[in-house]
């Protein structure tokens, strides 16, 4: 069954230091997303593309937060520098195309600052 | 502005209770999306359901149900004769026609005890 990929799995690394995380969305599906979840809430929305294009990135923290996907296909996330607030759970999503509203996750990477 | 309310954080009960979750969204569309997503200890994100703003008929899946009532503006899930497999975090989950963003809830924490 065709799923989300996403690593590491987890990531410990130490405060002002540089972190990025890999995703790969299924086959075919143009859109991608990032999530942001502390501990104790539900996901919030980091950044949104179409295909290779940025459609929303209005909740990225931009002075730290990176993201790209240069071919349309699979997505890096950057922090640099990762600060003790940014401890959390890193969740990407895909789904077929924009307005589908049935978006697939991945198992997500739990980052913690230190 | 877009919504979600989980009023309850946690809750536990014995195995083959049935128990019900509680959601109330907000939102000024008249079209919308309504979802339910399962998050087990291993962190991913299990789409349970969606539901549209259009189609207020309830819906039963196996031992899970949920009811929709525009009136109150809530999609509650309910389990019947519980297990401890359904031991996990819910979340409700709201998105409006047009935007592919999904709000979350907060989530609630269920603890299915044996």
């Known amino acids: 069954e065709a799923e989300v990929a996403q690593s590491p799995r987890y990531k410990i690394t130490e405060k002002s230091q540089a972190v990025a995380f890999w995703c790969d969305p299924i086959?075919?599906?143009?859109?991608l997303y990032w999530y942001r979840q502390i501990l104790g809430q539900g996901p919030e929305l980091l950044v949104q593309?179409?295909?290779?294009?940025?459609?929303?990135d209005s909740q990225l923290p931009k002075d730290r937060f990176s993201a790209e996907r240069l071919k349309g296909v699979d997505s890096t996330l950057k922090i640099q520098p990762a600060e003790l607030g940014d401890s959390a759970m890193y969740l990407c999503?895909?789904?077929?195309?924009?307005?589908?509203?049935?978006?697939?996750f991945g198992q997500g990477t739990r980052l913690t600052v230190v | 502005a877009q919504k979600v309310t989980q009023a309850q954080t946690e809750i536990s009960v014995v195995e083959k209770e049935d128990v019900t979750l509680d959601c109330v969204y907000e939102?000024?569309?008249?079209?919308?999306?309504l979802f339910w997503y399962k998050q087990p200890p291993s962190g991913e994100l299990v789409f349970l359901i969606r539901?549209?703003?259009?189609?207020?008929q309830n819906e039963i899946s196996g031992r899970y149900s949920w009811n929709f009532q525009k009136s109150t503006s809530s999609f509650n899930f309910t389990i019947t004769a519980s297990q401890v497999v359904d031991s996990a975090v819910y979340f409700c989950?709201?998105?409006?026609?047009?935007?592919?963003?999904?709000?979350f809830g907060k989530g609630t924490r269920l603890h299915i005890l044996p």
């Open positions: 999503a895909s789904s077929l195309e924009r307005g589908s509203t049935e978006a697939f």
């Open positions: 086959s075919g599906h143009a859109t």
């Open positions: 593309f179409q295909d290779e294009s940025v459609v929303d």
């Open positions: 939102t000024r569309d008249t079209t919308y999306y």
């Open positions: 539901r549209n703003s259009f189609d207020e």
């Open positions: 989950a709201l998105s409006e026609a047009g935007d592919d963003k999904i709000i």
